[in-house]
Nanobody, 122 residues
Framework: QVQLVESGGGLVQAGGSLRLSCAASGRTFNMYALGWFRQAPGKEREFVSH????????AYADPVKDRFIISRVNAKNTVYLQMNSLKPEDTAVYYC???????????????WGVGTQVTVSS
């Protein structure tokens, strides 16, 4: 069992940066791949980024590529999402999730946090 808690969301102007954190409980954190997803009002939840348990096998969705950076520190049971050059279309609730093998499919993720709101003003 893994419990995930996101933090770091907020209101930022376009062009600004935020760093999201996802803290996990459970001694087996370093066995899981972690993903970030987001959901804007009226839209489906979409893949943002994932990272495997070693910190490799990193992938990004095209809309965030070259602007977002995912990382993890297993010793701290934490995964991060550094978001730079934010755009109004990045506005969404951001969720972290854990799974056995990296995938972009949200249905394959076993554990989810409750999300953190990111709002980017123009």
């Amino acid at each position: 069992q893994v419990q995930l808690v996101e933090s770091g969301g907020g209101l930022v102007q376009a062009g600004g940066s935020l760093r999201l954190s996802c803290a996990a409980s459970g001694r087996t954190f370093n066995m899981y791949a972690l993903g970030w997803f987001r959901q804007a009002p009226g839209k489906e939840r979409e893949f943002v980024s994932h990272i495997d348990w070693r910190g490799g096998s990193i992938a990004y969705a095209d809309p965030v590529k070259d602007r977002f950076i995912i990382s993890r520190v297993n010793a701290k049971n934490t995964v991060y999402l550094q978001m730079n050059s934010l755009k109004p279309e990045d506005t969404a609730v951001y969720y972290c999730a854990a799974t056995g093998v990296v995938t972009v499919d949200p249905h394959q993720y076993l554990y989810w946090g409750v999300g953190t709101q990111v709002t980017v003003s123009s």
